[in-house]
């Protein structure tokens, strides 16, 4: 079980977007408080931006090959074309086990020099690091075209507390 987490080690903004244009630009923006070793996990519903956000995330980051959702290849990595980390990009939508069934992605191997990207990781990522950017999208639901997003970024564990995850809301 994880230890609970005092408000020091935790950091957290909360975001109202209107458009996958500033989904992908929050994912550039976000890009420029991640380094090498960083766990985001990226929940919200199908359809409500974790891929946008993660395209903006490898256009920040200046990875190599266009970043699209792995659901059926489950993991893509992206080198660096500017001397940074490599983005891996995990969607763990398909993968039923939790973290058993992720070792077999050695993503704890990938993890030091690169920052990986997990959509639907919830409950199967979670102990590959104690610190860890977990978002949140919400959006509309139902026969709409509403664009909207509510975005939550609370970044867990000492890695993140004064790293800038608030700012991310001005």
Same mark, same amino acid.
């Given at each position: 079980?994880?230890? $609970?987490?005092?408000?020091?080690?935790?950091?957290?903004?909360? @975001?109202?977007?209107?458009?996958?244009?500033?989904?992908?630009?929050?994912?550039?923006?976000?890009?420029?408080?991640?380094? $090498?070793?960083?766990?985001?996990?990226?929940?919200?519903?199908?359809?409500?931006?974790?891929?946008? /956000?993660?395209?903006?995330?490898?256009?920040?980051?200046?990875?190599?090959?266009?970043?699209?959702?792995?659901?059926?290849?489950?993991?893509?990595?992206? $080198?660096?074309?500017?001397? #940074?980390?490599? @983005?891996?990009?995990?969607?763990?939508?398909?993968?039923?086990?939790?973290?058993?069934?992720?070792?077999?992605?050695? /993503?704890?191997?990938?993890?030091?020099?690169?920052?990986?990207?997990?959509?639907?990781?919830? #409950?199967?990522?979670?102990?590959?690091?104690?610190?860890?950017?977990?978002?949140?999208?919400?959006?509309?639901?139902?026969?709409?075209?509403?664009?909207?997003?509510?975005?939550?970024?609370?970044?867990?564990? $000492?890695?993140?507390?004064?790293?800038?995850?608030?700012?991310?809301?001005?």
């Amino acid at each position: 079980m994880e230890a $609970p987490q005092s408000p020091a080690d935790t950091a957290a903004a909360r @975001l109202t977007l209107t458009s996958p244009d500033q989904m992908q630009e929050l994912g550039r923006r976000l890009a420029k408080l991640l380094r $090498p070793g960083d766990l985001v996990m990226l929940s919200g519903e199908l359809g409500a931006g974790k891929t946008t /956000l993660t395209r903006g995330l490898g256009e920040g980051l200046g990875v190599r090959g266009a970043v699209t959702s792995p659901t059926f290849v489950i993991a893509r990595v992206h $080198p660096s074309l500017v001397g #940074g980390p490599a @983005l891996v990009h995990v969607d763990a939508y398909r993968l039923g086990g939790g973290l058993d069934e992720m070792e077999d992605l050695d /993503l704890d191997v990938s993890l030091p020099d690169s920052v990986v990207v997990v959509e639907w990781g919830d #409950g199967k990522v979670e102990d590959l690091s104690d610190d860890r950017l977990h978002v949140v999208i919400h959006r509309v639901v139902g026969s709409t075209d509403d664009e909207r997003r509510t975005v939550t970024l609370t970044g867990i564990g $000492p890695r993140w507390a004064g790293a800038g995850v608030a700012g991310l809301s001005a």
